[in-house]
């Protein structure tokens, strides 16, 4: 069966510190790949998502992916991270014709102190 | 102009009593789904219609069943509540091509249940 899994489960930074958050997967065909972002009391939003072409992707708030397709992983990754990044994050998986539904991971939970 | 809109945002309920949730997208997708979110906030689907069809049926209690009369509306219906049915769920919905899903869905404020 496959599986997203996401290696930290908590996470606490300072400001200004470099985030990399890890995602690895399982499934040997075609996938879509996301991020989703849960900050606190408030529903998921995307973050990034790559589907194909290169294998670097930027998202918003100065979040960036990487796919690495031998590693079967998708780590995320933030060079400075801010108070306001205090957060859930999800990954999320896809294969092609995998009847539509997301494989998630169990969410790392992100907080930054000022 | 909300995308994805839940209601109730809030409901607190006895155990066994039967409560339901709304769910509407504005976004002309043609999938929605339905999540569980626990305490440790595991993401688990439930749901899945496509077009009003049932697609996604995870192991789910019985008590749980979805309705969608069109496809921009997708309920949920929970008979005879337990204080396990405890969570915050949330509505998604997308929008799928043909050939290729790409899922990317976008989601709704959650409903947080809570059965005392």
């Known amino acids: 069966a496959q599986s997203v899994s996401q290696h930290n489960h908590h996470v606490i930074l300072s400001e200004a510190a470099s985030l990399e958050l890890g995602c690895n997967y399982s499934y040997g065909g075609t996938v879509n790949l996301f991020w989703y972002v849960q900050y606190p009391g408030q529903h998921l939003q995307l973050l990034l998502k790559y589907f194909s072409g290169d294998p670097l992707v930027k998202g918003i708030k100065g979040f960036e992916a990487e796919f690495i397709k031998s590693k079967f992983s998708f780590n995320l990754r933030k060079p400075s991270v801010q108070w306001s990044d205090t957060a859930e994050y999800f990954c999320?998986?896809?294969?092609?014709?995998?009847?539509?539904?997301?494989?998630w991971g169990l969410g790392t939970s992100l907080a930054v102190n000022p | 102009d909300t995308a994805v809109s839940q209601t109730p945002k809030y409901l607190v309920t006895q155990m066994g009593n039967d409560k339901s949730i709304k769910c509407e997208q504005n976004?002309?997708?043609?999938?929605m789904y339905w999540y569980k979110q626990d305490s440790k906030k595991f993401l688990k689907i439930m749901f899945s219609?496509?077009?009003?069809?049932?697609?996604i049926n995870e192991t789910v209690p019985n008590r749980f069943s979805p309705k969608s009369p069109d496809k921009a509306h997708l309920n949920l219906h929970i008979n005879s509540l337990e204080l396990g049915d405890s969570a915050v769920y949330f509505c998604?919905?997308?929008?799928?091509?043909?050939?290729?899903?790409?899922?990317?869905?976008?989601f709704g404020p959650g409903t947080r249940l809570t059965v005392l």
């Open positions: 999320a998986v896809n294969g092609a014709g995998n009847n539509r539904k997301l494989i």
């Open positions: 976004l002309g997708h043609d999938t």
């Open positions: 998604a919905s997308s929008q799928d091509s043909p050939l290729v899903s790409y899922n990317e869905q976008f």
């Open positions: 219609y496509n077009n009003k069809e049932l697609i």
